[in-house]
Nanobody, 115 residues
Framework: QVQLVESGGGLVQAGGSLRLSCAAS????????LGWYRQAPGKQRERVAT???????NYADSAKSRFTISRDNAKKTVYLQMNSLKPEDTSVYYC?????????WGQGTQVTVSS
């Protein structure tokens, strides 16, 4: 079955950087768009960025110019490079893929940005 495993979260000071990774299995990775989402305590989960099968990308306004999503089809991994982090970026970050009309999520990785 489809499995997504995120890694790379942690505690960082404002202005710092982190690189998140999401390793996928159980699907023909190169055939699907993948996304990063985040959810802060008491808030709804929100989309951060999407990378499509042709490696084109789309970002939420909050992520534009600071975050970069990319994919490595050979490694079946999607990345989120986050720069100039702000305290409001503190959230659990999730990887997502939609296969056959069903959404699959990883377990999430915590990102905490201190001021």
């Amino acid at each position: 079955q489809v499995q997504l495993v995120e890694s790379g979260g942690g505690l960082v000071q404002a202005g710092g950087s982190l690189r998140l990774s999401c390793a996928a299995s159980g699907l023909l990775f190169s055939s699907y768009a993948l996304g990063w989402y985040r959810q802060a305590p008491g808030k709804q989960r929100e989309r951060v960025a999407t990378v499509f099968t042709d490696s084109s990308t789309n970002y939420a306004d909050s992520a534009k110019s600071r975050f970069t999503i990319s994919r490595d089809n050979a490694k079946k991994t999607v990345y989120l490079q986050m720069n100039s982090l702000k305290p409001e970026d503190t959230s659990v970050y999730y990887c997502n893929v939609r296969v056959g009309g069903s959404d699959y999520w990883g377990q999430g990785t915590q990102v905490t940005v201190s001021s």
